[in-house]
T-cell receptor
């Protein structure tokens, strides 16, 4: 059973701080990794994708990938109250069906 | 360019009934996939359709079935509804072989 693990939280950070969200996965053949943000009652929204080892930056967001350690992370700099949401880590299954395997999500609370 | 649209937004059914959920793919996308998200969990892959054929299925029983039409829109059918089928049902479309997935707004199904 291929799995994606996240700490469910909640992770609480003060406004302006860096939030660090982590994810581990079991499928060594996976090549594509994604972070989705989900506000309460809404559908997941893609915020980052990463395919190669290292860092990828997009505005206040940085995704980090280490395939050897099977570890993906998301850093949110200058956290804002509007960043308060559940963050879902998703890994594309290596079986070539296009299937995404999701973690259960980490709830982030940014306090003013 | 329109995104993925789903209907209805909300639905209440009684245990044992049947339900059909609908999804219109993003323009140019030939693949549609369906996910079930129970409260507090990450989305779970139900199945994927490519060119009107199912080409991947998750761990869901046969009472979950689907269709993809020539215009790439899709339906998810669930027979003999159970209380545990209460969830947010998400549809996503993509171009086969390419990531990432963008979800529609979802259908919230409540089974009583």
């Amino acid at each position: 059973q291929k799995e994606v693990e996240q700490n469910s939280g909640p992770l609480s950070v003060p406004e302006g701080a860096i939030a660090s969200l982590n994810c581990t996965y079991s499928d060594r053949g996976s090549q594509s990794f994604f972070w989705y943000r989900q506000y309460s009652g809404k559908s997941p929204e893609l915020i980052m994708s990463i395919y190669s080892n290292g860092d990828k930056e997009d505005g206040r967001f940085t995704a980090q990938l280490n395939k050897a350690s099977q570890y993906v992370s998301l850093l949110i700099r200058d956290s804002q109250p509007s960043d308060s949401a559940t963050y879902l880590c998703a890994v594309k299954d290596s079986s070539n069906t296009g299937k995404l395997i999701f973690g259960q999500g980490t709830t982030l609370q940014v306090k003013p | 360019e329109t995104g993925v649209t789903q209907s209805p937004t909300h639905l209440i059914k009684t245990r044992g009934q049947q339900v059909t959920l609908r999804c219109s793919s993003q323009s140019g996308h030939n693949t549609v996939s369906w996910y079930q998200q129970a409260l507090g969990q990450g989305p779970q892959f139900i199945f994927q359709y490519y060119r009107e054929e199912e080409n991947g299925r998750g761990n869901f029983p046969p009472r979950f079935s689907g269709l993809q039409f020539p215009n790439y829109s899709s339906e998810l059918n669930v027979n003999a509804l159970e209380l545990d089928d209460s969830a947010l049902y998400l549809c996503a479309s993509s171009l086969q072989g390419y990531s990432p997935l963008h979800f529609g707004n979802g259908t919230r199904l409540t089974v009583t």
